[in-house]
């Protein structure tokens, strides 16, 4: 299995090239995570960038399109990453691959995750349906394809919803991107203080559980409803 990728900062694609573009993009994401997109005119991104609100229209043709080409951005990270997890290895190797390389990828692009966890969260209903259907459904898909391909192989249980499987791998790095502050306080909680030491405890339980052998035979799964 190839050594995770942690990617670099690249051009978006369709943005005219410069450095002025850049600049732009990495203010909107700054400003755009802080705020929100409502809240954030072209003046500020401008003022930032160290640009003329001219130069905006020029590379990104709107603010509306600037957004988009942010998120495209963002989710372009997490298709080459899906893309390469998917390429090889078992389905143990490819769960383990891909919750280490979006670990890092939380914490190394930290401005723009935010920017994605608030597109999630507080973002406009008509626009965040669009990303979902243009960007981030095409990532989520691949995800769960990963497990539905662990079914077909016999080695996940074809009682589980794929779907939720993939929501709860990812949900596992996400709380620890945003409370990782917190658990610097709580004694009990350092030895997990390192990203990849806890993301690979947390793949750990995923995949094995924290019933003993003799304990695991304890009903559960999608026919089994919480509290009953």
Known sequence: ?????????????????????????????????????????????????????????????????????????????????LDDVTSTGSFVDRVRHFACGHMRNLMRYPTLS??????????????????????????????????RAGQKEGVVRENLDPAALAVSLVAGNVFFFQVRSLLLHFPD??????????????????LNGVLTEQQSKIPGGMDHACGS
Request: aromatic letters at 10%.
């Open 1 to 81: 299995m190839s050594t995770v990728n942690v990617f670099s900062e690249h051009p978006i694609a369709g943005e005219k090239s410069g450095d002025g573009a850049a600049a732009i993009r990495d203010a909107a994401i700054q400003l755009f995570a802080d705020r929100g997109f409502e809240a954030v005119p072209l003046s500020a991104i401008a003022l930032q960038a160290g640009v003329c609100k001219a130069n905006i229209f020029y590379h990104f043709g709107s603010k509306e399109l600037l957004y988009v080409a942010v998120v495209r951005h963002a989710c372009d990270h997490m298709s080459r990453l």
């Open 114 to 147: 935010r920017l994605m966890l608030r597109e999630f969260l507080d973002g406009d209903a008509r626009r965040s349906r669009t990303h979902v259907e243009e960007f981030i459904g095409a990532n989520f898909a691949k995800l769960v394809d990963i497990f």
């Open 189 to 206: 909680a350092r030895s997990v203080d390192d990203p990849e030491v806890y993301s690979r405890a947390v793949v750990d339980v995923f």
